[in-house]
């Protein structure tokens, strides 16, 4: 992961502090995340303070500092997928797999990310597991849906 982390870091060979979001970027676009030893390593090669690194990430939605699972699960909170029982499809999927927004499941299956529209309102309320769509579910399918996840990965 180092070895990684220094090939992109040595793209940006000449950035400026300005130039920091296309680094990040590309580093969580090769993980998935920014690690804290991205970071660290980072702060090294730009002679920046971590807390400045920390700083530029967190004011971004975009930026995740936690893996996802195998299983990325997306939920909408726009308007018409609240109405229509949207919270009711968060708290379930937050009961079933014991984590909340923005967390991972220990083995590194589920993940759970609220977002706040899908562009989907017509067919509300709307979910996606790994960018393939579920419309119009009721927070009694989610169970079904997270074993269909199991199942795939036990095929893997």
């Known amino acids: 992961m180092a070895d990684r982390i220094d090939e992109i870091i040595k793209r940006h060979m000449n950035v400026q502090r300005d130039s920091l979001l296309?680094?990040?970027q590309d580093i969580q676009n090769e993980f998935?995340?920014?690690s804290e030893q991205a970071i660290?390593?980072?702060s090294v090669s730009l002679n920046l303070p971590t807390s400045k690194i920390y700083g530029v990430a967190t004011f971004y939605d975009q930026f995740r500092?936690?893996?996802r699972g195998r299983f990325h699960i997306q939920i909408c909170h726009g308007t018409a997928c609240h109405i229509n029982n949207g919270s009711r499809i968060i708290q379930e999927a937050e009961r079933l797999l014991k984590i909340r927004d923005g967390q991972t499941t220990r083995d590194g299956m589920y993940s759970i990310e609220v977002v706040n529209c899908m562009g989907a309102?017509?067919?509300s309320p709307v979910i996606a597991v790994n960018d393939k769509y579920f419309h119009g579910i009721d927070p009694r399918e989610l169970k079904?849906?997270?074993?269909?996840?199991?199942?795939?990965?036990n095929k893997l």
């Open 32 to 34: 998935g995340y920014l």
């Open 65 to 67: 500092f936690e893996p």
């Open 40 to 42: 660290n390593r980072i």
């Open 121 to 123: 309102c017509g067919l």
């Open 144 to 153: 079904d849906i997270l074993e269909s996840c199991k199942e795939k990965d």
């Open 22 to 24: 296309p680094l990040l």
